[in-house]
């Protein structure tokens, strides 16, 4: 059975970069089936899709992110990660990385995802 | 983008009874539609996809239909622990979208 769980600082400060890794245990991310995505929720609100990481086909980004958002994988660690750059407390909420399947069309639905971790943008 | 609009905001309903949540999409997603659960503190759970397609193990009193630009997610007998908050979210486009939510309520 596939897990996934986020890792990486709780507390990032403003016009700094956010770091964030998704470790995927019982499946491999090079696999070639599925999608690895990034998603953020803040306090509250719903859930904004972010990017998503396909090995050997590279990357989709979200427009409204795209110009600060790297995502990139560690097929040895089987880890995917996310970068994003010049934060500020717009960017404070809780990080999810989840799972999605190539053979559907835009990827499909999210299943399994991680637990998720915070994230704080604060001085 | 496709913009997904879900109704109503808050739906207060008491044990045993039956919800109805609707989904409602900007524009034609035929079935590309998934339902997810997400309780405070918790990451969501996938419960629908395909907008009628049962996750495993979810029991039967979750069912799913629509197609097009109008959804439904119906859960009947409501148990305790169905009291959460629902998001709906497009697959037909690669810029995947949500729902706002419908927050589901004990009465």
């Known amino acids: 059975q596939v897990q996934l769980q986020e890792s990486g600082p709780g507390l990032v400060k403003p016009s700094q970069t956010l770091s964030l890794t998704c470790t995927v245990s019982?499946?491999?991310?090079?696999?070639?089936?599925?999608?690895w995505n990034w998603f953020r929720q803040p306090a509250g609100k719903g859930l904004e899709w972010i990017g998503r990481f396909f090995f050997s086909r590279g990357t989709n980004y979200s427009p409204s992110l795209e110009s600060r958002v790297t995502i990139s994988a560690d097929t040895s660690r089987n880890q995917f990660s996310l970068n994003l750059s010049s934060v500020t407390a717009a960017d404070t909420a809780v990080y999810f990385c989840a799972r999605s399947i190539v053979a559907v069309p835009a990827g499909g639905w999210f299943d399994p995802w991680g637990p998720g971790t915070l994230v704080t943008v604060s001085s | 983008e496709i913009v997904m609009t879900q109704s109503p905001a808050t739906l207060s309903v008491s044990p045993g009874e039956s919800a109805t949540l609707s989904c409602r999409a900007s524009?034609?997603?035929?079935?590309?539609l998934a339902w997810y659960q997400q309780k405070p503190g918790q990451a969501p759970r996938l419960l629908i996809h395909?907008?009628?397609t049962r996750a495993t193990g979810l029991p039967d009193r979750f069912s799913g239909s629509g197609f097009g630009t109008e959804f439904t997610l119906t859960i009947s007998s409501l148990q305790s622990e169905d009291f959460a908050i629902y998001y709906c979210q497009q697959y037909d486009n690669w810029l995947i979208t949500f729902g706002q939510g419908t927050r589901l309520d004990i009465k």
């Open positions: 019982g499946g491999s991310i090079s696999s070639g089936t599925y999608y």
């Open positions: 524009q034609s997603v035929s079935s590309n």
């Open positions: 395909g907008a009628f």
